[in-house]
């Protein structure tokens, strides 16, 4: 008999007994809430984290509601390249195989700033700090057969435009034009690097996700007026992190998501609703443009894959 598919959601998640995933910024939001899913299915979950200060108030919390998790915390500040090496290092000999990398973490709609490397803030935590590091455990993931790469990224990656020439906004800043640059490399990243997984025979997938609108601490940059303006409308939009964190889990769990798929909520403005495949928007969808930011990211991070 037919009937109405069933909606994907947390508990359909497979057993991940015996599992080692590393979740970027797993702290908050997002992040949490998708370390609590996969340590509830038996996941060893590791916290990458900034603020690992922080981070062990939500560790101790993860433990108490689940006795028979094992999360791990390690330092990781997505904006400091060296910081990224050392935490890449620290996970590859703690870690020799890894299951799943989420490149979760995030910043959104700062005020103008430039990391120690001399990077634009967004672009440098949202986009080189998560090549890098994927780059950098790339060894420890193909050691464990079907592991899996996840960048979460956003609808707003539709209004992003790639300008190579000035990847790090000298010319002219804005944080909304920064923010969906970064979230656009994110999504073009996720899919080059599936290309090249791909052409070299490896099985490790690269998938990518975004959680729509949700209500997390990342939007703590939202100018007061535009916070403002938008309250009332914010419940048709808005989702909590509980929901936002779903078409993540999905790419990182469902046993029919393949890769290069790109997986977020299918209500009618991609805000909320269930979770399936979407469709990158028109800028993302240029393999010409996927190299050249690869090349770009390798030359600015001085991180080389070795494929």
């Given at each position: 008999m037919g009937g109405t598919p069933r909606q994907w959601g947390e508990e359909l998640v497979p057993d991940q007994s015996g599992r080692t995933a590393v979740i970027t910024g797993a702290g908050s939001g997002l992040g949490l809430e998708t370390a609590r899913a996969l340590a509830f299915r038996g996941a060893r979950v590791v916290f990458a984290v900034r603020d690992v200060d922080k981070a062990a108030a939500a560790v101790s919390r993860l433990r108490a509601s689940s006795p028979a998790a094992t999360p791990v915390l390690v330092r990781l500040d997505l904006a400091d390249q060296a910081s990224v090496r050392e935490a890449a290092k620290e996970?590859?000999?703690?870690?020799?195989?890894?299951?799943?990398?989420?490149?979760?973490?995030?910043?959104m709609w700062t005020e103008r700033s430039r990391t120690a490397d001399g990077f634009e803030l967004q672009f440098a935590t949202n986009h080189l700090g998560h090549f890098a590091l994927t780059g950098l455990l790339l060894d420890a993931l193909r050691a464990r057969p079907g592991a899996r790469v996840v960048t979460i990224g956003s609808y707003l990656h539709k209004l992003g435009r790639m300008r190579f020439d000035d990847l790090n906004s000298e010319r002219g800043y804005g944080r909304y034009r920064a923010y969906n640059r970064s979230k656009l490399?994110?999504?073009?990243?996720?899919?080059?690097?599936?290309?090249?997984?791909?052409?070299s025979g490896a099985d490790t997938l690269s998938l990518a996700a975004h959680p729509g609108l949700a209500a997390t601490g990342l939007g703590r940059n939202i100018p007061g007026a535009v916070r403002t303006l938008t309250r009332p409308l914010a419940p048709l939009f808005l989702q909590p992190a509980r929901l936002g964190m779903l078409a993540g889990l999905r790419a990182a769990t469902d046993p029919g998501a393949r890769g290069g798929e790109f997986y977020g909520p299918l209500g009618l403005t991609e805000t909320k609703g269930p979770v399936g495949p979407a469709r990158p928007g028109r800028s993302a969808r240029d393999p010409r443009a996927w190299e050249r930011l690869w090349a770009e990211s390798e030359r600015m991070t001085g991180v080389a894959y070795d494929f």
């Open positions: 996970l590859n000999d703690r870690f020799p195989a890894i299951d799943l990398l989420i490149n979760n973490a995030g910043v490399a994110n999504l073009m990243f996720a899919l080059e690097l599936q290309r090249r997984l791909a052409a």
